[in-house]
């Protein structure tokens, strides 16, 4: 039986879908994958991060990105979970522990990541 309003629940809406809705621009964006959503790893709810739009953190092909961000990251409560997560899914994009996809490639290989992302 579905929840409504008139039965005094209200469901839950997920913070990044609820973002996602919000966007001024939406087409050609797909919605987040809800399996993906309700796995995530506990640690992502601690994150400074967390609720904040996704524009600094997936900045747009050849945009810099901000040292902002990277000092977001630097003084995360869960940095180290972030970058193992990011460093082991070779799949995710974005700015994550305050590296970049090149970063983290590098990182892969062995090698230390670039001073400027």
Not at 13 to 29: A, H, K, S
Not at 54 to 79: K, N
Request: charged share 25%.
């Amino acid at each position: 039986m579905p929840c409504t309003a008139e039965d005094g629940i209200v469901p839950r809406v997920l913070p990044e879908v609820v973002d996602w809705l919000m966007q001024p621009e939406p087409e050609g964006r797909e919605l987040p994958n809800i399996e993906d959503l309700l796995t995530r790893p506990e640690w992502q709810r601690r994150a400074a991060c967390r609720g904040m739009g996704t524009d600094q953190f997936f900045p747009s092909t050849g945009a810099h990105v901000r040292q902002s961000t990277i000092a977001l990251c630097g003084s995360c409560p869960v940095h180290a979970e972030c970058e193992t997560y990011a460093v082991a899914n070779q799949d995710i994009g974005g700015v994550w522990a305050g590296t970049t996809e090149r970063d983290r490639r590098a990182i892969r290989k062995g090698r230390p990541p670039a001073i400027a992302s």
